[in-house]
T-cell receptor, first 111, second 116 residues
């Protein structure tokens, strides 16, 4: 059964810092990996989707990488801002339309 | 842009009531999903629908049913609400992917349900 782990559970950084969020999964036979952002009390916003054949995807200050063989993905956030404060979730699709989610990393960017 | 809407942002119901949560998407997506999100447990899939009138159980279907009579609308039904169903409920939709490729899920704003 696929399991997705995100470490750390919480992270606090000063504004302007570059940071990396980690996601690991136990079964490397995935079709895609998706990163989401969730603000308190709100739904999930899709940030990036990486297909299994891809190694990375970029959107603005965000860059997500995927290493299927090692079961890892990272989300790199450049020049962090207080508005980046949120919970970041990763999820993998393993051969069906369904996603398996990690429990998220709560990011706080301090002004 | 894909838009997924949910009928209520906050809902308070009493134990034993029948509860309907509605979700509508405007992008002609085939797949629709219902999740619940609880602190420490993350997101868990309740039910999934891949076409009108088609459904598949997720990880925690007990105490829930679903209805999909039209492609754009997916309803979650709590037949007899209980206090342990107090949670955040999230709806999502996606296109059917091509062979070996599954598409992004897009989420609604969520419904915070409290059962007293």
């Amino acid at each position: 059964k696929q399991e997705v782990t995100q470490i750390p559970a919480a992270l606090s950084v000063p504004e302007g810092e570059n940071l990396v969020l980690n996601c690991s999964f136990t079964d490397s036979a995935i079709y895609n990996l998706q990163w989401f952002r969730q603000d308190p009390g709100k739904g999930l916003t899709s940030l990036l989707l990486i297909q299994s054949s891809q190694r990375e995807q970029t959107s603005g200050r965000l860059n997500a990488s995927l290493d299927k063989s090692s079961g890892r993905s990272t989300l790199y956030i450049a020049a962090s801002q207080p508005g980046d404060s949120a919970t970041y979730l990763c999820a993998v699709s393993g051969g069906s339309e369904k996603l398996v989610f990690g429990k998220g990393t709560k990011l706080t960017v301090n002004p | 842009d894909v838009k997924v809407t949910q009928s209520s942002r906050y809902l308070v119901k009493r134990t034993g009531e029948k509860v309907f949560l509605e979700c509508v998407q405007d992008m002609d997506h085939e797949n629709m999903f219902w999740y619940r999100q609880d602190p420490g447990l993350g997101l868990r899939l309740i039910y999934f629908s891949y076409d009108v009138k088609m459904k598949e159980k997720g990880d925690i279907p007990e105490g829930y049913s679903v209805s999909r009579e039209k492609k754009e609308r997916f309803s979650l039904i709590l037949e007899s609400a209980s206090t342990n169903q107090t949670s955040m409920y999230l709806c999502a939709s996606s296109l059917v992917g091509g062979a070996g490729a599954y598409n992004e899920q897009f989420f609604g704003p969520g419904t915070r349900l409290t059962v007293l």
